[in-house]
């Protein structure tokens, strides 16, 4: 059986606080923009000046919701890759 490798206590504390830095200076960033919802989203798509056009901004914002649904299940998909498939022990060797 192999051993597992003993993470001291500091090493933890550093990992969790520069995680939560990263989550505050991206946070920050997204609220100190100064964007609204419509902004982020949407990219701040014009108001439609005529019928035909509302229709393609109706088209243009589902296909960002689409967009936006693919890459956050992707994303969800890739961090389950990484945390179900993660090497556990240093000393096993692939077959």
């Not at 051993?3 to 946070?27: I, M, N, Q, Y």
């Not at 919802?37 to 109706?58: C, G, H, R, W, Y």
Request: one cysteine or more.
């Amino acid at each position: 059986m192999g051993s597992t490798e003993f993470v001291p206590l500091d090493a933890r504390r550093r990992r969790v606080r520069a995680g939560w830095l990263v989550l505050g200076v991206v946070t920050a960033a997204v609220v100190l923009s100064g964007c609204t919802v419509n902004e982020s989203l949407f990219f701040d798509l014009p108001s439609p000046a005529s019928k035909e056009a509302s229709i393609t901004q109706n088209l243009w914002q589902g296909s960002w919701i689409a967009a936006w649904a693919v890459g956050a299940f992707t994303w969800a998909l890739m961090l389950w890759a990484a945390v179900a498939y993660r090497r556990r022990h240093r000393d096993e060797v692939p077959e």
